[in-house]
């Protein structure tokens, strides 16, 4: 019956969450702390906290977390297949319907409008970011390297990262 | 099986290196599937995230499982989503056993308070390579500032930008047939 529940309260928070990202927390806050109290508001910090530090959508990361601690790790897995179903069916649905129709008016009409939206939406994404990333000299010295080295040199992304990392671990310890 | 166990690892290492959520994995993805592998193109990418944007969940799944669909059919997106979600499963549970002993070193704290920075360099340099892609036209330039604005400034839900974004541009593209025709 846990099982029921945990998959079905994570098929919820993955179908009618948009957005992304930090969007989902207030509707996992609603749903794992105040319906299902499954964690405390402690708990709940804790698991951003968490997510922080450990890679992957935030959505995935609380299901897991939720899941194990109530039920152990089957209770993780059903909790993430929970929050992923939805996402599933209808991305695999829509993109079997834009392949098909790709060339026709409707969907190069659409995508002419969005296409260049998208560059928007990252580039405020970037702008959010940097507002809670960036907060002193030190941030804003290991932002700027980065910045130069990915300009500079093609380094891939997760060497980037790990760089970053032990940027932060020396300059913040001084 | 090979075609399917690459876009497993491929996304494996998109969702053991996606700090920050959401738009964190663009770099990732666009340096894994657009440059290296040459799987889609920058279009059809951009493409993809408004897609992924704009449906319920979490970003990099709905990119991942178009992106297995679009390159080798449904259980190309099973493989996908295993790769994007297997990472996360694995560390929450080693996190969620050790945190009360892992949230006191100091050392680690300074590594991910390290990373965020570089976060916004790399998502700042995936949308300067994302808007190279596209062509250079004014309704482009204009739609880019718009839907940024709308989001940095008006604090608009992304959803509603781009739903207005995709009418503006049906409204574009069926103008610009009509002339065409009459020309």
Known sequence: MMYLELFLTFLKIGGFSFGGGYAMLPLIEEEIVYIHQWLSQQEFIDIIAISQMSPGPIAVNAATFVGFKHVGILGSIVATFGVVFTSFILVTT???????????????????????????????????????SIVDYKSLLIGFTMLILLSKTRLHPISI???SGIMGVVVFSI | MDTYLKLFWIFFRVGAFT?????AMVPIIQKEIVEKKGLISETEFLDIIAVAQSLPGAIAVNTSVFVGYKTVGVLGSVFALLGTVLPSLFIIIVLAIFYNYIKDINSIQLFFKGVRPAIVALIFMSAVKLAKAIDKTKFNYFIITAAFLAIAVLDIHPILVVIACACTGLIYTARGKKENDVS
């Open chain 2, 19 to 23: 700090f920050g959520g959401g738009y």
């Open chain 1, 161 to 163: 990262i790990m760089i």
């Open chain 1, 94 to 132: 829509l993109a079997k319907v834009i392949i098909k129709h790709y060339k026709s008016t409707v969907v190069t009409g659409i995508f002419t409008g969005i296409r260049p939206a998208v560059i928007g939406l990252i580039g405020a994404a970037c702008v959010s970011l940097f507002k809670t």
